[in-house]
């Protein structure tokens, strides 16, 4: 069994900064992928970043040069560090891990409100 424990959502003002963090436990050999999607209200869930074990990133054009993902492999936790947010930003953040053999697991979703 896996558990993924996402946190650091909230409110903030356009311009400011958060960041998100994702924990996975369970029965976890190894982690190739970690990533964030989001889902704003009547629009599809979409990719915000990835990262490999390796370090190799991938980010949707919207977040570049904004938004940084990182992971710290030891603690199987992955981080979104986003800065000069938007008011496009507001959504809930899903957390998405592919755990060798056993496959993709999402977090429960955390809300991101970007507001004055």
């Known amino acids: 069994q896996v558990q993924l424990v996402e946190s650091g959502g909230g409110l903030v003002q356009p311009g400011g900064s958060l960041r998100l963090s994702c924990a996975a436990s369970g029965s976890i050999f190894s982690i190739p992928r970690m990533g964030w999607y989001r889902q704003a209200p009547g629009n599809p869930r979409e990719l915000v970043a990835t990262?490999?074990?390796?370090?190799?990133?991938n980010y949707a054009d919207s977040v570049k040069g904004r938004f940084t993902i990182s992971r710290d492999n030891a603690r199987n936790t992955v981080y979104l560090h986003m800065n000069s947010l938007k008011p496009e930003d507001t959504a809930v953040y899903y957390c998405?891990?592919?755990?060798?053999?056993?496959?993709?697991?999402w977090g429960q979703g955390t809300q991101v409100t970007v507001s004055s």
């Open positions: 998405n891990v592919l755990i060798t053999i056993l496959g993709d697991y």
């Open positions: 990262i490999t074990n390796g370090g190799n990133t």
